[in-house]
């Protein structure tokens, strides 16, 4: 599999995430394969909280104990992550599949903090089974890290509460 390199921000956030990612990789490519939340690499349109916006995103993780490859991005600002189910077939503007911490696409509150929801999600682990693993950082003051089975329910398996 070719190496993908992500952006997700506005223009200049991405251009200075793919050199960074290119320099410490030692590559002399460094030009984005692809957008997540945007229609390309060029423009930036204002958020709309659904299955193809992204509000801040903090985190992105790649899964890859399943083929296809899946990919999360935690979606800061809308208190969510989204996942595409297929990476090598993603393309600009394409639609998430799978939304955690929120009851829909269409939800982006951060409300009241219970062990469903996200509030602040900022990064984002994948381990070598699947389990999505995402640190919570605005539950009430409170921070949580909340695992997901990647290919089943909304609701976390784990909640590990902590407070700074």
Not at 41 to 54: C, M, P, S, T, Y
């Amino acid at each position: 599999m070719a190496s993908i390199l992500v952006a997700c921000g506005s223009p200049a956030e991405k251009a200075q995430q793919v050199g960074e990612s290119q320099q410490r990789l030692g590559l002399l490519d460094t030009s984005a394969d692809l957008a997540l939340g945007q229609l390309d690499l060029v423009h930036r349109g204002a958020n709309i909280i659904d299955e193809r916006g992204l509000a801040l995103p903090g985190g992105v993780a790649v899964d890859l104990s399943i083929l296809p490859t899946r990919l999360y991005v935690a979606d800061t600002r809308n208190h969510r992550v989204l996942g595409y189910s297929d990476v090598d077939t993603y393309y600009p503007g394409a639609p998430a599949d799978l939304v955690l911490g929120q009851v829909d696409f269409g939800d982006g509150e951060c409300g009241s903090p219970s062990n469903s929801s996200l509030c602040l999600p900022t990064s984002i682990v994948v381990d070598s089974v699947g389990t999505v693993f995402v640190a919570d950082s605005g539950s009430g003051g409170k921070r949580n890290i909340k695992s997901y089975n990647s290919a089943a329910s909304k609701a976390p398996m784990l909640v590990i509460e902590y407070t700074p």
